[in-house]
T-cell receptor
Framework: GAVVSQHPSRVICKSGTSVKIECRSLDFQATTMFWYRQFPKKSLMLMATSNEGSKATYEQGVEKDKFLINHASLTLSTLTVTSAHPEDSSFYIC??????????????FGPGTRLTVL | GQNIDQPTEMTATEGAIVQINCTYQTSGFNGLFWYQQHAGEAPTFLSYNVLDGLEEKGRFSSFLSRSKGYSYLLLKELQMKDSASYLCAASDSNYQLIWGAGTKLIIKP
């Protein structure tokens, strides 16, 4: 199946700093990628849909100035958590659909990034 | 509104069979996905149903009834490595996934 990578896998930062998370589709081109957030023992919460070459579509309640998304190429989307605070600590996961593969139009997930804000 | 319901936690014995149920309400429907997620890892795709009936894939099978807004995931010959959370997700009219909270499956020897 299609492979999605995410970097870094873990990051610890101080409150007030910004953190960038990269999501890459390794063997396919993804015009659309998705960014999720997951709290412990909770399900995935869609934050935004990242569209290559255009602005991301944010879900209700997600601050676009807080969570900056850039989809600069067909294989890379980045999520920047600006001025991070302890409540931003979470597991962030990206996913993408492979328009040429994915028999069921399923989403392929990256391994996730564990963010801890001190 | 859109909603997915599945049990929070289930326990089963190694070698046995377990059925995880999921009910959904969505604006439009373009299929039902099941994903497996081990603790601290990303979800991995298990199955997809868009037509009524049973889809079998090795030890795992998934069933869908569109008229009832109901699906289940059936796991046979349970192994310890099957201990994980199982996420049900329905695709709505915009092909957006609506996720359930997940069912934590605990396998006991």
């Amino acid at each position: 199946g299609a492979v999605v990578s995410q970097h870094p896998s873990r990051v610890i930062c101080k409150s007030g700093t910004s953190v960038k998370i990269e999501c890459r589709s390794l063997d396919f081109q993804a015009t659309t990628m998705f960014w999720y957030r997951q709290f412990p023992k909770k399900s995935l919460m869609l934050m935004a849909t990242s569209n290559e070459g255009s602005k991301a579509t944010y879900e209700q309640g997600v601050e676009k100035d807080k969570f900056l998304i850039n989809h600069a190429s067909l294989t890379l989307s980045t999520l920047t958590v600006t001025s991070a605070h302890p409540e931003d600590s979470s597991f962030y996961i990206c996913s993408a659909r492979d328009p040429q593969g994915g028999e069921y139009n399923e989403q392929f997930f990256g391994p996730g990034t564990r963010l801890t804000v001190l | 509104g859109q909603n997915i319901d599945q049990p929070t936690e289930m326990t089963a014995t190694e070698g046995a069979i377990v059925q995880i149920n999921c009910t959904y309400q969505t604006s439009g429907f373009n299929g039902l996905f099941w994903y497996q997620q081990h603790a601290g890892e990303a979800p991995t795709f298990l199955s997809y149903n868009v037509l009524d009936g049973l889809e079998e894939k090795g030890r795992f099978s998934s069933f869908l009834s569109r008229s009832k807004g109901y699906s289940y995931l059936l796991l046979k010959e349970l192994q310890m490595k099957d201990s994980a959370s199982y996420l049900c997700a329905a695709s709505d009219s915009n092909y957006q996934l609506i996720w359930g909270a997940g069912t934590k499956l605990i396998i006991k020897p």
